[in-house]
């Protein structure tokens, strides 16, 4: 007992100004979490570790209507591009030759690229492009679509008016820009996707996609994690700690004879009320 007893007055003491300035339930809760941390110190790395997967991003959701309709914009107008020039499956004709249609081609393909970029930014939080979907394939295949259609319009450039080549020149361009520009970003959501699950094998390997904070969760948790000779000391430990915030005048009296009622595993989970 001496032992435990000095330890949580040591971590009382060292915390003292601290909890001086929170609200005085607060400070119970944090008190006796902090004491039973220094009477059970083997649960400081599952704590460390539950607090590292709360820092990392929340859950995808974003499905809002505007997020929805931007991505099938991206989609649609990514399809468009080779489907201009591109032959049809069902008769093997394209709809426009090379010389009417490498312009809108391009044209489509850099629509299409400019809306992955904004739906690009948001990539953690995106129900479509998170890393846990594997998001970032859908440019690379993008990618491939437009090479295709490049070759196709490059193995055709006979169609286009030698005389007035411009405007397929010009197409051409902008699905060149459109494949670098879209091979780019998926470059960086790989990088993004490889970051995030490095951050949850840091965490202990546990996806932050479930609900709730991880670390309420963890003390919520705590009573199954203690054997029954740590289950006494703790219960010995929030006892001794609500004796000296008391001493400490951080808590009144009557404060400190409620707070014995109560379960330490209830205080221990937040509810001091």
């Not at 809760?29 to 400081?44: G, H, I, K, T």
Request: glycine residues 6%.
């Amino acid at each position: 007992m001496p032992d435990l007893e000095s330890t949580v007055r040591a971590e009382i003491d060292r915390r003292s100004s601290d909890l001086t300035r929170s609200r005085r339930l607060d400070a119970v809760v944090d008190a006796s979490r902090q004491s039973l941390l220094a009477v059970v110190p083997r649960l400081q790395p599952g704590l460390a570790a539950a607090a590292k997967r709360a820092e990392l991003p929340p859950r995808p959701a974003d499905t809002s209507p505007g997020h929805v309709t931007l991505v099938v914009f991206a989609i649609l107008f990514g399809l468009f591009a080779p489907a201009m020039v591109l032959p049809s499956p069902r008769n093997g004709r394209p709809a426009v030759d090379v010389d009417q249609g490498a312009l809108w081609v391009g044209i489509w393909a850099v629509a299409s690229l400019v809306c992955f970029a904004v739906l690009s930014r948001r990539q953690l939080t995106s129900k479509y492009l998170n890393p846990r979907v594997k998001g970032s394939r859908i440019f690379i295949v993008f990618a491939v679509i437009w090479i295709l259609a490049l070759v196709y319009i490059l193995f055709n450039w006979d169609e286009v008016d030698m005389w007035e080549p411009f405007l397929p020149i010009l197409g051409t361009v902008l699905l060149v820009l459109s494949i670098v520009g879209v091979i780019v970003l998926w470059v960086r959501a790989k990088g993004v996707e490889k970051r995030y699950w490095a951050e949850v094998a840091a965490a202990g390997g546990v996806d932050p996609a479930a609900a709730g904070d991880p670390v309420a969760e963890w003390w919520a948790d705590v009573p199954r994690q203690l054997t029954r000779a740590e289950r006494n000391d703790g219960d010995k430990s929030y006892g001794l700690t609500l004796r000296f915030l008391e001493e400490q005048g951080i808590i009144r009296a009557q404060d400190a004879a409620r707070l014995r009622r109560k379960n330490p595993p209830v205080v221990w989970a937040g509810d001091a009320s």
